[in-house]
């Protein structure tokens, strides 16, 4: 599988829809800005989910400005088809098909194995100096990053698009997992629906696209280590409701996502669960214990300690294939 390659990005970007200038692609997208120095590169991914349209909205922006980068900037809009599935941008990816952005690692020759393969084989041959992979969260919440490492560098990249950077160790088969020749990290924006993730999006790439030393700490940012995934076992369903109901396994309260990013103290309380107990739910990590962070009174879920939520969303097919959230033990 090989990548669209657009050299004139200007002209297939001028007076196009977002929706028009995404049907134009044909299909997974290269995009290439010539900046100013030719020497290095860069290079951004996005629509990795074909619901997460902000990256390509911020493309678009900037293409239609006519922005002419520091340095050569190129870009990857990854799932064109999903995104182009009526109703457009509503689709994480296709129905029947594995999340692309857990396809990066070992383990499948499915198309979209194939597609990550080819993303990862076109990174590597740019030799990028950085690379930013740009998405929307799951549910309505704030900017922050995702990296494996914490270190200067990976600071730097980040600070270009937020203040918040989440040090992970959970290996998923992501973009971000995978090693080339300058630190990758992943941007989530915000919700889709967020006006501010439009924003963060747009200025975060210009901030990347402009800044002659990407290396250059634009601001502090602030270190959060090793979060964990509640998941769903296997044959439970979910629901986002007001109240408990007697035909789902798990219903979490509606307005959850009020909690991405905030405290939650211990006590706080989550959901409702039809078995009386944490049977529905496991960590990624198997060795731990669900019970020192969650607990159970009268079908009710709570917190048992004090974390910190993110990447909470209300998209019930979402939580059932990927996650209800993640959290940290917030040790105040």
Known sequence: ?????????????RKRSLEGFLLSLGG???????????????????????????GLRAVLALAQE?????????????????????????????????????????GGESAQFQLAGAIKACIAKLNPECV???????????????????????????????SRMIVTDLRLGSLMEQSFSGPVVTIEAGGAKDALADETAVCGLRTLFTEPDIYALKHRVELLHYPRRLELQPGSTIAYLDGPDSATSVCLRTDIESLNFGYTPAGTHLGW??????????????RAELSSYFCVEDHCLFTAVPLQLFMVTTIADIARSDCLFYFIHEKR
């Open 1 to 13: 599988m090989t990548l669209h390659h657009i050299t004139d990005v200007y002209s297939a970007a």
């Open 273 to 286: 669960v039809r078995e009386n107990g944490l049977s529905d739910f496991r960590l990624d990590d198997r």
């Open 132 to 162: 930013v992979d740009l998405h929307n969260t799951s549910g309505s919440g704030p900017d922050f990053s995702v990296s494996i490492s914490g270190d200067n560098a990976h600071q730097a990249l980040a600070s270009c698009f937020t």
């Open 28 to 54: 997974p997208s290269l995009l290439t800005f010539l900046g100013l120095d030719s020497s290095r590169c860069r290079v951004v991914v996005t629509l990795l989910h074909g619901n997460e349209p902000s």
């Open 66 to 106: 006519r922005l002419i980068p520091a340095v050569t900037c190129h870009v990857i809009i990854a799932s064109t088809a999903a995104a182009a599935t009526r109703p457009r941008f509503s689709h994480r990816m296709l129905p029947g098909q594995e999340d692309l952005n857990r396809c990066f690692g070992p």
